[in-house]
């Protein structure tokens, strides 16, 4: 057997699975939006854009189109606590994605274990830790109130599907860009230092820009979870405080509007999408050539 | 201070900062396992030890069955899933930058990168589009296809440390491809396989988005049981059953690493 033929032998199950499987669903919920909604959920011809007007605007009892920024409002949450998610685990996790380079090879072992531990506990349980800590009745208010100090509601607003998030989400934004520091040079820092840089500007000139990579990977899989994230803003939003996530979701479950959901779906994957186009090309740009 | 020479792995309070962040990471885990262990009714008012609800969830006959679907599920998924993945990284194994191989690769990778209620409600609208009715089968399709690149990374990354020197030897000493396969590689890549293999498994064990939405009634997993206990409030019963089922996950993600780190450890 010729090597090519066995490439392909060798290509070919997951390229059939991915694309019967992954991509062609995806294609179908793209079809699905641009039809109508059945009486008992399900979909019907004919195709009309319908369910992406319903975004923009909703009819009132008269049957006149009226602008409603409702669902716009929703996207925009979700988006801005998305991109409020990647900016605090950038925070957090580049500097502890340095210690953890810094680090003797031995305790840097440990170290990342204990960063890729979390990652594959299940995230219901994980987001159901913190309803047991901010609840009303739960661990902080306890403790405020044994401190003498009074309690207030920490369950059910943006804050707490925020720490939700950020929570569920840190290990993605640690892990890349610990794996391009891993790999710096020490010289290049000495030589800065030599060179009279001090610590600050020895980060803002050499490290940052050789974090840049993992930083915008993990900053792209930190995104595309987040905007789309159920759990948190379910367990910890109570529900009232809707993101898209939770909003696809109910056009499936109790709206029982397809169309609508599809329609939701794909705006979700266009816009990360779009990111994702934007964010390579622009780190393409950057990257020098080595 | 400018006698000492120039330390640069030490930054000054970073050390601390890190710690608080593992602290961040881990305290509110710490948390639904010791209450777990809590013997009053309410969940989290410390009344004292016991082990009254492991009993209780080692009793409940539905636990029980989501258990059983998820473990079904899981196993399922990682046999397929992991499959796919080794005969992908061989066969994508001398791919250039920008060939074909790059398009499989991107489908691959694909499920980490789109959020998991689009893949979910996809794959929902698709099986209800073509009328596939397969019971558990439905949601060991839909397991498979997120678990393929967490099976497929590392043994990806073990090919690629691996280089094709001992292969190559192989072949000079006129063995068949077949032959190198069997013998040569994938003894060598078996850690790893091993390894991706565990991962997949915990990835399906992780799922809830997707066994969700796409479930019938009766082939409900674990993380879709526990939900459900959720919507009818807090109780010391979900602490015992998430401790479990954080237990597993953190066993099964030592060994699939340990395997790792012992490929590791060869070369």
Redesign the interface.
Known sequence: ?NARL??????????V???L??????V??VV?SFMTNGAYG?VRMPFTALAYRQLLFQEDFDGNLVFSTGYLAILWRSVLLAALTVVASLA?GL??A???A??PPAKR?R?L??????F???????T??????L?D???LN?GLRRLGLVGGHFLYNDFAILLGMI?TY?PFMVLPIYAVLERVN?DV??AS?DLYAD?LS?FRRIVWPLAMPGAIAGS??VF??A?????APD?LGGGRRLMI?SL??LQ??SSRN?PF??AL?TV??VA?LAV?FVVVRKSFNKVPAR | MSSKP?D????PG??T??WV??L???A??L??IV?SFNAGR????WEGFSLDWYAKVFHNRDIGIALSNSLIVAVAAMILST???V??A???R?ARAGGG?QI?LG??L??????????A??????F??IGLKLGLGNLI??H??FC?PFAYLPIQARLTDMGSAVEDAARDLYSN?WQVFRRVTLPLLLPAILSGAM?AF??S??D??ISM?LADAGQTTL?VY??GM?RLG?SPE??AV?TL??AS??V???VA?RMQ?MTKRKS
């Open positions: 057997m066995t490439t392909i032998l060798l290509r070919s199950p997951v390229l699975t991915m694309v499987f992954m991509l062609a669903p995806m179908l919920a699905y399900g957090i500097p502890l340095w210690y953890m810094c680090s072992a170290l274990l204990l960063i890729t531990l979390p594959w506990i299940n995230t219901l349980i994980r159901y830790c913190w309803v047991l800590i609840r009745e739960g661990l306890s929570y840190l020490g820092i000495e230092h610590r020895t792209l899989l595309a979870p905007l789309g994230s159920f759990l367990l996530g696809i979701q499936f479950t397809w959901g599809a779906a979700v994957s990360i994702l | 120039f640069w792995k030490a930054t970073l050390s900062l890190s962040v593992y961040f990471l881990y509110p885990l948390v639904i209450y309410q969940a989290t008012l499959m796919l993945a005969t992908a061989l066969g994508l001398h191989g499989t489908l691959i694909m499920p980490l990168v789109v959020p998991e209620i689009v893949v409600v996809a794959t929902l609208v698709f209800s589009g399709i839909a498979t296809v393929v491809e991962l915990a990835s064990l992780d809830f988005l939405l993380p526990i939900y959720l807090v979900i602490n998430s089922l954080l996950s953190v099964i993600v030592l690493l780190g």
